[in-house]
């Protein structure tokens, strides 16, 4: 059964660093998304990104955070200079339509833990 | 924006007990879907049910779209159902789905 693949499992780094977290979304889905939750919390939506663009993102994603997709297969966060509170647990998901039209399927997620 | 809230947000269960879990939305949705995240934190599709009702082995669940409530029944329940169930909704016009906050499930031997 086909899956969103995300690396790694675990990451830890400095606060101030640079990290960059890789996903590999289902093959033939078009939509992709990065979410996070921190410890304890809900699941809460970064941004979606489609046809090679940001289509929609949330107040939390701002100029410290970015996504590409470099090649026909991952789809990447990455986060410029990170601060503790950007420990969490991160997940990607995609779908083949909108997540409004069609199930989303999510990624077994990164844990960031920022020292 | 949408709210969504999930009850009751704690469950203690003998194994083989039956349980029904709740989510509550505060709009008109196109996209339901419910998760279990599994103590490892990964986040399993249950299922996806924008209205009607799903059955998946001692799981199912019902969405009435039109009452903005949607159930997950859980029947003859395991140690391994344990874990934190979450509700997500998306509506149209937007790429987001929103979480509701959860509803840890303890099942004990």
């Known amino acids: 059964e086909p899956e969103v693949t995300q690396t790694p499992s675990h990451q830890v780094t400095q606060m101030g660093q640079e990290v960059i977290l890789r996903c590999v979304p289902i093959s033939n889905h078009l939509y992709f998304y990065w979410y996070r939750q921190i410890l304890g919390q809900k699941v809460e939506f970064l941004v979606s990104f489609y046809n090679n663009e940001i289509s929609e993102k949330s107040e939390i994603f701002d100029d410290q955070f970015s996504v590409e997709r470099p090649d026909g297969s991952n789809f990447t966060l990455k986060i410029r200079s990170t601060k503790l509170e950007d420990s969490a647990m991160y997940f990607c998901a995609s779908s083949a339509q909108g997540a409004w039209a069609t199930e989303a399927f999510f990624g077994q997620g990164t844990r960031l833990t920022v020292v | 924006g949408i709210q969504v809230e999930q009850s009751p947000p704690d469950l203690i269960l003998q194994e083989g007990a039956n349980s029904t879990l709740r989510c509550n939305f505060s709009?008109?949705?196109?996209?339901l879907q419910w998760f279990h995240q599994n103590p490892w934190g990964q986040l399993i599709n249950l299922f996806y049910i924008p209205s009607g009702t799903k059955q998946n082995g001692r799981l199912s669940a019902t969405t009435v779209a039109t009452e903005r409530y949607s159930l997950l029944y859980i029947s003859s329940s395991q140690t391994t159902d344990s874990g934190v169930y979450f509700c997500?909704?998306?509506?149209?016009?937007?790429?987001?789905?929103?979480f509701g906050k959860g509803t840890k499930l303890t099942v004990n031997p």
């Open positions: 997500a909704v998306g509506q149209g016009g937007s790429e987001k789905l929103v």
């Open positions: 709009d008109s949705v196109n996209n």
